[in-house]
């Protein structure tokens, strides 16, 4: 069975070389060998074992009838849409590793795919080699999903599990994340939580069967921690991570891309270092969590293989996935509820006066003062916060 | 679609509550109705709105042609074994909760399936809500899995746990966790790792596609396990769980079944209580793992109602499972190579003579010492504790 990649970075060349090292067990799983036939990249790639394969226009690839599954590992949403439709529409199956175009088409290009009696399968968009997509749609499908809460880039979670540990400054944690090749020269994506949002965007697409639109999800990132932050959070025996959410709010669902305040009884608390993690709550599963590489070459294309030998599996049909165009109206955020972590300069009497009884901790931090609110919904928090004036840092507990 | 229960207790009632509370998203996946016609039990549940389903004799459901799907919740080999084998050979198929069942006949039984062009599913057989054996048949399939380290029995889970939390000694946690109904009267199968020998056995004859005969996998329970030990456990830093191992090696693979000293590093180290989980290193996606409820009602029924999904979705054929009668000779466990920790009554010139260079481990015990081992084959450290005269303990490190 032949293959083709378009894009031959980091990830197309992990697939190629996955295909490559376990060729044996994959052809006996599958029930004959696959070949990576063409792999489209604008680059010549002279003196590699895959410059025989190179092609330029993404055309001979949709023209060439022996390829029967193509894999996406380009990124962004152009001309990765472009391609992926084009190919999906030539009876051709397609998975990818591209959060952003599954984020913004998914729905659109699943629709394709079952029009033209083929697949198309995306597990490597979230969580890398973490097989949480096949889980809600193959595994827990005798359950409602009430709740996901996922540590989903593993860029942050290096940067918080290096502040946590070490103490040190934002700042000084994103250049020694450039330096190892953990975060990009523009480390936007990550630490804004950008990436994350449309992560979070695709899990909840998935549990409703409807378009989350990643643009509705408030987002904040982890640019405004501090290391006197992570002094109060060892001062309350908590960890922050950048946290995912989404929540089952009657027809609809809260969702939030923002740094919690975990405790260590919560299964996500130990998920430190580039590792990612997504938990999830059933109606009846109760507590479950999938733990692995998040990114990195080999994981992230491992997930690719795994759709590839289902596509594979099933290369004459259209695996049916349940997302929808219709868009989901989210919950609004302003009503969801939680307990806070405030920082502010003003005194005792002022807190009290705007929020009643809270639990004062103390991390040895002059000029200042740091409390834990009861639950309340956002909006409220909202509200009281403003009659402190100077809110130095709010963090939501979780 | 109409489905048959064979056995209304814990589980099999749990799995008609499920379909039963998730009717409709259930049936949305499937695209019909489920509803179960029949349930096989000795019991006649007077006045529960179950009795008029009730059926005595298996052969009602052999012969009823309106039941494609028959659920197995028996427990035990017998008589599940001759029920099941019937329900395949009439073209229907099953899904199982039942370890002892699949651990047996499991190679057997996914060939009969197929011969009758029907499904044998048994995801609820390992790790009760934990997906385990669709991600390793489903996901991991780019992956060649190269070591499988499991919590798999909740009841000796939760007491390792209460005995690190309290330090209490191991009869007083089996009976309180008796009272609580997390241990049975006869606790023999948990505590002595019969149960999470026959989980291992099946997760590796499924990642090896043959069979492995958990009469073959070294077996010890956590009965020997001490307040005294686990006071060492806290000294150097670790936690004591029972773990059900699998590594390959060579073209077979090493299993054994007993406690281990984990590192906090190590994701199983914080997997406490009833929660099971099933640490996975593929030989590309690196380390995963799969966490959740491994027991109990509802996850468990769950499982087995993710099965019965899979196969409505697939009702006209045979899901095909690699798993092939032919057995899997094991390597030999005295080859398989650990760190060792060790209490002894012989003195430190007794322990050097025998073992060299150790780290001692001080926990505040007098009369004894305990020490740590340099890396060393199962055989070596055997041959090398009889010089010691008195071992009080050893546990291998993880």
Redesign the interface.
């Known amino acids: 069975m032949k293959i083709a990649v378009m894009g031959y970075g980091t990830i197309g060349s992990g697939v190629v070389e996955?295909?490559d090292?376990?060729r044996d067990?994959?052809a006996?799983?599958v029930g004959e060998p696959l070949e990576v036939k063409s792999v489209l990249d604008l680059r010549e790639f002279k003196g590699d074992p895959i410059e025989s394969k190179i092609v330029h226009d993404y055309m001979d690839i949709v023209n060439d009838p022996e390829v029967r599954i193509v894999v996406e590992t380009m990124g962004g949403v152009e001309p990765a849409y472009t391609f992926v439709k084009a190919m999906l529409m030539a009876g051709k199956h397609v998975t990818t590793s591209n959060k952003a175009l599954v984020a913004d088409k998914g729905a659109e290009l699943i629709g394709i795919a079952k029009e033209h009696n083929v697949t198309f399968l995306f597990?490597a968009s979230v969580g890398g080699?973490?097989?949480i997509i096949?889980?809600l749609q193959?595994?827990?499908?005798?359950?409602?999903v009430e709740e996901i809460k996922g540590i989903v880039n593993g860029t942050t979670n290096y940067m918080m599990t290096k502040m946590t540990m070490e103490g040190s400054e934002f700042e000084d944690v994103l250049k020694e994340a450039q330096d190892k090749g953990y975060a990009e020269k523009d480390p936007t994506a990550d630490i804004e939580g950008y990436d994350a949002c449309r992560k979070i965007a695709i899990l909840t697409s998935l549990v409703c069967?409807k378009q989350v639109d990643y643009n509705d999800i408030p987002t904040e990132g982890i640019h405004k921690i501090t290391a006197t932050d992570i002094k109060y959070a060892n001062a309350m025996g908590r960890a922050i991570k950048l946290l995912a959410t989404s929540q089952a709010a009657g027809d609809t669902y809260y969702a939030r891309v923002a740094p919690f305040l975990l405790t260590p009884s919560h299964?996500l608390?130990?998920v430190n270092d580039v590792?990612n993690a997504v938990y999830v709550h059933?109606?009846?599963?109760?507590?479950?969590?999938?733990?692995?590489?998040g990114a990195?070459k080999?994981?992230t294309?491992?997930?690719?293989?795994?759709d590839?030998?289902?596509i594979a599996?099933n290369v004459d049909g259209n695996i049916?996935i349940?997302w929808e165009p219709s868009k989901v109206t989210l919950a609004d955020p302003g009503n969801q509820e939680y307990e806070f972590f405030v920082r502010t300069t003003a005194d005792q009497a002022t807190v009290e006066a705007a929020f009643g009884a809270v639990s004062y901790v103390d991390a040895g931090i002059a000029g200042e003062v740091g409390f834990t609110t009861s639950k309340m919904a956002q909006r409220e928090y909202d509200d009281k916060a403003k009659q402190l004036g100077d809110v130095l840092q709010m963090i939501r507990l979780a």
């Open positions: 996955v295909l090292v376990n067990v994959i006996k799983r597990e080699g973490i097989p096949r889980a193959e595994s827990l499908t005798g359950d409602v069967g299964p608390y130990h590792f059933g109606n009846m599963l109760g507590d479950g969590m999938f733990y692995g590489s990195g080999l994981p294309a491992s997930a690719v293989v795994g590839i030998v289902e599996k049916p349940t």
